[in-house]
């Protein structure tokens, strides 16, 4: 049997992979166009591996992702594929229309046109995953109680608004069509792969280069981060025992403001790569805050705790070491990407 996979070279989805392969026999098969988030290095180990296939192919080509559905017969299909960036999604939105909502509408279309030529049997066994984020439901207050999967949607960026649309389509399909979709929100995820624009990795990067190291506004909005494993895990369980039609808030217990973050980072690298005379958190700048930034995201996880089984494992204090560690180790990785037209939108987006 197959599992077809969608952003897989992307962070998360990279990560799936490599967790995946270690865990299962099963087939995966990965779409992805390679936009400069997704990373064919980040599969490198496994590019050889029998088990997985790779397909560079734009998921709102709707023509092309039939072709696939029907050539592979897969009996998942898990959607990570996205533009992933709110700064990027305030100065260029369309790429996210494309992706986060066409995309997401060709998926559905190829799968509904598949489904309904399975067997009995291989229907009951099918499913779609959309993998979606905490921040279609908008901001909290700090006194406010965490998101529940009952929360309305009320987006307040172009990225959390197109994966917004793209998780309503989703959930019309199963409505109206009896497509069997799940659909999962997710909190902000933190390890290995992560491309260096976001606050972790971004963190690190600078301060390792050198660099200021941007907070944006105050410092003192606060995500709920989760390993990237532990999501992946989540992700597992919710194709093996997820309701159909059923969405399931995923969290990591773990609020913490974005000036605490960078400081836990800047004492790590203390530690383990010291600056010649400097401590690193004097390269912290303020800076210009985020349009429309959301204050709070927290996850209340207790529907997929209770209904699968499913609890985070790591502990942030254990995650961030693991995650500081593996860019100290892999430098030319973050070589690799930082090389490219990196500079021109760090520069474009810090101005
Ligand atoms: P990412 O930006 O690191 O990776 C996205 C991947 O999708 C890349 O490999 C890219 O090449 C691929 N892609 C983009 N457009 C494509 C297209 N049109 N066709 C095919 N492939 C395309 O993203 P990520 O952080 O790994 O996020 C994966 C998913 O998880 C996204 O749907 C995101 O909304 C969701 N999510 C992310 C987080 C987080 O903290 N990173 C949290 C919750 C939910
Ligand atoms: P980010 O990693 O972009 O994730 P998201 O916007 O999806 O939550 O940002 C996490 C938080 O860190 C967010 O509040 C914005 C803030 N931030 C900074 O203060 N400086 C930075 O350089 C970046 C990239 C983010």
Wanted: proline share 3%; charged share 25%.
């Amino acid at each position: 049997m197959t599992i077809l996979i969608t952003g897989g070279a992307g962070f998360i989805g990279s990560n799936f992979i490599h967790r995946w392969l270690s865990k299962n026999e099963e087939k995966i098969v990965n779409v992805d166009l390679l936009t400069y988030a997704g990373n064919i290095n980040s599969l490198k180990d496994i590019s050889n591996d029998k088990r997985y296939i790779f397909e560079k192919v734009d998921i709102a080509e709707k023509s092309k992702i039939y072709k696939l559905i029907n050539k592979y017969e897969p009996r998942a299909v898990i959607n990570f594929a996205a533009e992933s960036h709110v700064d990027r999604s305030i100065h260029s939105p369309e790429a996210f229309i494309r992706t986060n909502i066409n995309g997401v509408f060709s998926l559905l279309e190829a799968s509904k046109d598949y489904f309904f030529r399975l067997n009995s049997n291989k229907k009951n066994s099918f499913k779609i995953i959309q993998v979606s984020t905490d921040e279609v439901y908008g901001s909290l207050k700090e006194e406010e109680d965490k998101f529940t999967e009952q929360n309305q949607y009320l987006p307040n960026s172009p990225y959390a608004a197109s994966k917004a649309a793209g998780d309503h389509l989703a959930r019309s399909y199963c409505k109206t069509y009896g497509l069997p979709v799940c659909i999962t929100n997710c909190s902000n995820n933190y390890g290995p792969y992560q491309f260096p624009e976001k606050l972790i990795p971004l963190t690190i990067h600078n301060a390792l280069e050198n660099k200021q190291i941007p907070i944006y506004g105050d410092g003192r909005q606060i995500r709920d981060w989760l390993f990237v494993d532990d999501h992946c895990d989540a992700i597992c369980e919710v194709l093996a025992k997820g309701t159909v039609g059923e969405t399931y808030n995923i969290g990591g217990d773990n609020e913490i403001t974005n000036i605490d973050i960078v400081n836990i980072i800047c004492a790590k690298l203390d530690e383990l790569s010291p600056m010649k005379d400097n401590k690193y958190d004097s390269l912290i700048s303020y800076v210009k805050d985020r349009p429309g930034h959301d204050r709070r995201y927290a996850i209340n996880s207790t529907k997929i705790k209770n209904e699968l089984n499913w609890k985070p494992h790591i502990k942030f204090i254990e995650g961030i070491d693991i995650t500081i560690q593996w860019y100290l180790d892999n430098q030319a990785w973050v070589k690799n990407i930082t090389s490219g037209d990196y500079k021109e939108w760090i520069d474009l987006n810090y101005k």
